[in-house]
């Protein structure tokens, strides 16, 4: 969807909306309430009061925390269009250095979420066939069936990630909107029996049911409910792809029908908690079993296709995440492609590779949902918290009435401090799977995060030199013909500071280490916006015609094609007369102006002289190898296919301690035998 498209409400984009924004919430029908049952002691057990509570604590969960939070607070904090815990971020990191601490921990809860929720949704789905005949045929027999098909669609899932999901895409929005409309009217038409169930909207039976002895696990079912709710954040980082109005739009369509299937699911568990035939069965889904005849098998298809998006809407939301988080240095430099013209898809190879081998991974140790259920929903409940903190500075940052700001960051920060403290229940139940995911991730960030602050703390100044000053040696160098050409267009992918600053490593590259004839030269800067979509630049000649500062400013969602994007320049300072044509005798393309390229990218090794404490030489030290396993320097720019170099040159951080060598003197007398005085000796004074 365009821009302008993005901003309009319009059928289009509400059935575009339907199929990319609503897959996690719109599957949390099948495991919610057949976990608040498990965790009460199954059917057989379940009271009104018990039925009617949960519903009650379901409805005001999603009122409150993705109605109220999310539609109608958080989707209009929005940076340029564009939503998720990292782009409001970006509107507030100005306000307090600390905001970053948040900004992290909910990034990387959000990141473990992604990891488990392809997982629990394919799972669920594909358990509803067991025991199921169809035709005299058994489809499956038993979980090590329903382990096998769940990992065979992930799997091939997964696979098609790098070829694009622009065409299977298109029929997202169709079938999620046949799943919504059939999950709405079977629980439509289970609820009309009983209708008394719609006092559940009453919120008298949500609070009464924390403490009702007919609740045996108490508040703990917070954690459970709150399953509910778990597509909220990915509600909001979807915003990008298809606006707020088409949210707005759609929204109250997929609350009613998500409220009527849950009032279906609780008058048919009532209507049916004395049938023997559920007494004894061990994996029971009322979601599942509600659905009459062939309804069952209709349900269980669109169920598994639901779950795929689900899975889907999940990926490319990790991967927008990522690509954020690597365009606001808080993760490192990954490869990104992207797979089809589509403004903002993007497939991340390594992000692709590690949430299969984790997707893969929970499935065989989790085995079934009932168990991947009890790790779920942590995770979420913190990228909720951290992303209150963030809206209550952009409510601040407004102007907003303190007042009302205090009340919204208090209201809802005390209620998913609730939820957060009801699913640390679930840590030892398999909590700690998600906790350790998100741990990992954090600790990725954190030490990238941390260690670009050292760095950029610790540096010499001494290591950064005018530009300036060595214009006229590098103008001269382009005319000496005593030295071979090494490029038409030499490019030095370098921070150039304010004041024409450079790293003095830049220009001993150029002059002393193996000195570089070129027609121009070119540093680069690659400045990353807070507007995802920026592509501008600026020229800074430096009062010649060879010597040329580029700063480019791209938008965070921007893919990095600095050879793309230098051609360009080169075109238009050629045809503006601000730069000499460069003519080539040798070429495929008649009248051809722009010469060759070769870049250089300088790689920093930490070195042995670095003089700063432990801690942070171990943070470093671990940035490094980070920087080293997650990519070339080439494929961050997007110079995969340009005439690459790639220079290493020591970091030396803190307090130089610069050696100081002493002549010894020697008395002795000539050697009779040779003539020849015994020379000095020198050391190394430390």
Known sequence: ???????????????????????????????????????NGGLTTASRELIVGSISLIFWTVMLLTTVKYVLIALNATNHGEGGIFALYTLVRRQAKWLIFPALIGGAALLADGMLTPAV??????EGLKGIVFHHFEPVHDQTDVIIITIVILSLLFVIQRFGTKAIGHAFGPIMTI??????????INVLPDLSMFKALNPYYAVTILTSPDNKVGVFILGSVFLATTGAEALYSDIGHVGKANIDGSWPYVFVCLMLNYLGQGAWVLNNVNNTLYAKMVDFNPFFEMLPGDWRFIGIVLATLAAIIASQALI?????????????????????????????QIYVPMVNGILWIAC?????YFRTSAHMEAAYGLAITVTMLMTTLLLYQYLRL????????????????????????????????????????AGLILLVMYIWYYGNKIRDRDEFESAYVDLDDYTD????????????????????????????????????????KRPKRAQAYWFV??????????????????????????QLYLGFRREQRVNVYLRAIVQELIESGDLPAQPQQYTMMKDRNVGDFSFVVIQEEISPETRIKPFDKLMIQARVRLQNLTGSPASWFGLEFADVVVEHVPLILGRRRRPILRRIKHNLAPDSNSGMAPTGSRELKK
């Open 525 to 550: 800067t690659v400045n990353v916006t807070d507007d995802p979509y920026t592509a501008k630049y600026d020229v800074d000649m430096l009062g010649t015609n060879n010597v040329i500062n580029v």
């Open 179 to 188: 799943w919504f409309t059939f999950i709405g009217a079977v629980g439509f």
């Open 316 to 344: 490319t939301g990790s991967y927008t995440l990522v690509a954020e988080a690597v365009r606001l240095k808080l993760l490192p430099r990954l490869k990104i492609s992207y797979p089809t013209i589509k403004q903002g």
């Open 473 to 512: 040696q590098l103008q001269a160098l382009s005319h000496d013909e005593n030295y071979p050409t090494f490029a038409t267009n030499l490019v030095y992918m370098a921070k150039v500071r304010p004041g024409h600053l450079i790293k003095r490593e830049m220009l001993y590259s150029i002059l002393d």
């Open 121 to 126: 949704t394919v799972t669920t789905s594909i």
């Open 398 to 437: 407004r102007h907003t009435n303190v007042v009302l700001a205090w009340t919204m960051v208090l209201f809802f920060g005390t209620l998913e401090s609730l939820f957060f403290l009801a699913s640390m229940v679930k840590f030892v139940h398999g909590g700690y799977v998600t906790a350790l995911l």
């Open 1 to 39: 969807m365009g821009s302008k498209a993005r901003t309009k409400l319009s059928a289009a984009g509400l059935l575009v909306t339907l199929g990319i924004v609503y897959g996690d919430i719109g599957t949390s029908p099948l495991y919610v309430m057949k976990t608040i049952l498990t965790d």
């Open 360 to 364: 893969i991974g929970i499935v065989l």
